[in-house]
């Protein structure tokens, strides 16, 4: 990857924002998630790194969806049921079993308003993937399709202060 590709792709977008200004706000807020989702998309493989979690966000009509994907041991603190059986290991059968307390971590974790109003978060997956890491899915669903969406994350806080989301 060249290091050089998320500041060209910020150039870019500034350079593609200057004629939408007068477009809508959702135009613009969905294309601001698309090419930071392209920015970031070559890191992807190192989201398994311990302090380093990372997420795409698309939004579709009245739902945006979030695949985040974060490393094992930091999937823990989040949700230490994930090891149910205690071993320092998570397992693919334990993942299905701590699904609740994911979903309750993950929704409370990560906020999503559409238009200034709240969007009910629900964890449509989550598994194990190669390299020691977890991803989830995460679907919201606002009450009808925004012309503005704000994110926050809260569960960085739980991670710790040096944990990075890309």
């Not at 790194?49 to 795409?56: F, I, M, N, V, Y």
């Not at 966000?57 to 230490?80: I, M, N, Q, W």
């Not at 059968?93 to 609740?100: D, F, I, L, Q």
């Not at 109003?117 to 190669?130: F, I, K, N």
Request: charged fraction near 20%; charge should be negative.
């Amino acid at each position: 990857m060249a290091r050089g590709r998320p500041l060209h792709a910020l150039h870019a977008l500034s350079a593609l924002l200057a004629p939408l200004h007068a477009r809508s706000a959702r135009a613009v807020s969905m294309f601001a998630l698309l090419a930071l989702a392209w920015a970031v998309g070559a890191r992807e493989a190192a989201a398994h790194t311990l302090g380093l979690s990372s997420g795409e966000y698309k939004v579709t009509g009245a739902e945006l969806t979030a695949r985040v994907s974060f490393a094992v041991a930091d999937g823990l603190r989040l949700v230490p049921t994930l090891d149910a059986d205690g071993d320092g290991r998570v397992s693919a059968a334990e993942v299905p079993r701590a699904t609740a307390d994911l979903g309750r971590a993950l929704s409370e974790g990560i906020v999503v308003t559409g238009d200034g109003g709240p969007c009910r978060a629900r964890l449509a997956d989550a598994a194990l993937t190669e390299g020691d890491g977890l991803l989830f899915e995460l679907v919201f669903t606002c009450e009808s399709a925004p012309r503005e969406v704000a994110l926050s994350l809260p569960l960085l806080t739980a991670l710790g202060e040096g944990h990075r989301h890309v």
